[in-house]
Every structure is written in structure tokens, then in C-alpha cells.
T-cell receptor
Framework: RKEVEQDPGPFNVPEGATVAFNCTYS??????FFWYRQDCRKEPKLLMS???SGNEDGRFTAQLNRASQYISLLIRDSKLSDSATYLC????????????FGQGTELSVKP | DVKVTQSSRYLVKRTGEKVFLECVQD?????MFWYRQDPGLGLRLIYF???????EKGDIPEGYSVSREKKERFSLILESASTNQTSMYLC???????????FGQGTRLTVV
């Protein structure tokens, strides 16, 4: 079983839709969680960190459920420019700060 | 502006060649990472380093080695390049506080 798992998609949604991605992790010692965005042929860039209390940044909301060991990303009012691959990232301190990536979820927002 | 810089964007090498991929960061980060990214497989960790001269194997270290002689520089070495090492290679760095990780722009390596 992979340490971090995501549904690879693709998710094809119309503009204005709300879309949600989930990511599960297997190491209960995991301590830090992030969502990254990767555009085609570009490097990943931080979208947002995920805090235990949940956090929101404009149209984006991230949630963490430690009991069930998953994190989620909700995108409201999707824009064409949201089309990208979204990567879930977990850091487990008992693994020396190793960054562990999910395989990414591809999102395509259509007019 | 923070930066992680990889020495080449595109590289073509022959089978059996020794290949060096260089990564330099200017953020005084302790942690540095090398990943490869292939379609359908996501980012897979090759090696990482949490301090100068320290290294840890990732998930797919076979066929690779690394060097971290200075804090700002982390080198990935393909001892004898093979065609199955054709891939996108991404370097990243992060602080010991394990906040945001920053990536280089990637090196697309083709082994022929």
C-alpha cells in the first residue's frame, strides 16, 4: 500500500463547479500536510498548508481528519485557470522530514 | 525571491555515461531532496539529505548516488545511465521546521 494515496482522476468539471479531492495517508506519525499544484511541464508549487483546524484561502478550503488519516481540498466556483494536477504532500517526522507525495489528481475545468 | 536552481532544463546522454545533476538553493535549507516524475507514477523519492554529508535512501535509490558537500548544493549522480532512467528529475529543499518545500524547475533527462 502506498504511504499517500490520491484518486488520479481526471476530474472534468464545468466552470463554476465545486470539486473536492481526498488524500489518505498510512503513517499515523505524519505531522505536516500540504497541497501543491503542478501545471503541465512545470515544477510543483505550494497551494496551501493544511492545519488541524482546517483553513481557507479564497475559493480553496483544506481539511485534515487525523482520526481517519485523510486530508481534503475543496475548490469552489472553479475557474479555467484551476486546471492542473493537485498533489497531496505529507511529512512524517519519524522519517527524518521526508516529503511524501501522492501521485496527484488531475483537474480539467471546461468552459 | 527564494530559489532552487537545477543546472540544466534538458539533457541528452548516452547509455553507460556518468551523469551529474546539480541543484543549488539559496535559502539556507537543511533538507534537500531528489525526485523523479514519470507519467502515472507521480513523484518518487530517490534520495534526500537533512544535513551536509548526510544522505538517506528514498523509495527508488538503485542506480543513483548523491553528494552533499556543501549545505546549498545537492548533486544526483547516475553512475551508468540507462534508458529506464529517462525521466523528469526534480530537486526540492525545505527547512528543518518542515514548512514549505521549494522546487527547482526540473531537468528532463533523456538517455539514448
Amino acid at each position: 500500500r502506498k504511504e499517500v494515496e490520491q484518486d488520479p482522476g481526471p476530474f472534468n468539471v464545468p466552470e463554476g463547479a465545486t470539486v473536492a479531492f481526498n488524500c489518505t495517508y498510512s503513517n499515523s506519525a505524519s505531522q505536516s500536510f500540504f497541497w501543491y499544484r503542478q501545471d503541465c511541464r512545470k515544477e510543483p508549487k505550494l497551494l496551501m498548508s493544511v492545519y488541524s483546524s482546517g483553513n481557507e484561502d479564497g475559493r480553496f478550503t483544506a481539511q485534515l481528519n487525523r482520526a481517519s488519516q485523510y486530508i481534503s481540498l475543496l475548490i469552489r466556483d472553479s475557474k479555467l485557470s484551476d486546471s492542473a494536477t493537485y498533489l497531496c504532500v505529507v511529512i512524517s517526522y519519524n522519517q527524518g522530514g521526508k516529503l511524501i507525495f501522492g501521485q496527484g489528481t488531475e483537474l480539467s475545468v471546461k468552459p | 525571491d527564494v530559489k532552487v536552481t537545477q543546472s540544466s532544463r534538458y539533457l541528452v546522454k548516452r547509455t553507460g555515461e556518468k551523469v551529474f545533476l546539480e541543484c543549488v538553493q539559496d535559502m539556507d535549507h537543511e533538507n534537500m531532496f531528489w525526485y523523479r516524475q514519470d507519467p502515472g507514477l507521480g513523484l518518487r523519492l530517490i534520495y534526500f539529505s537533512y544535513d551536509v554529508k548526510m544522505k538517506e535512501k528514498g523509495d527508488i535509490p538503485e542506480g543513483y548516488s548523491v553528494s552533499r558537500e556543501k549545505k546549498e548544493r545537492f548533486s544526483l549522480i547516475l553512475e551508468s545511465a540507462s534508458t529506464n532512467q529517462t525521466s523528469m528529475y526534480l530537486c526540492a529543499s525545505s527547512s528543518r521546521a518542515n514548512t514549505e518545500a521549494f522546487f527547482g524547475q526540473g531537468t528532463r533527462l533523456t538517455v539514448v
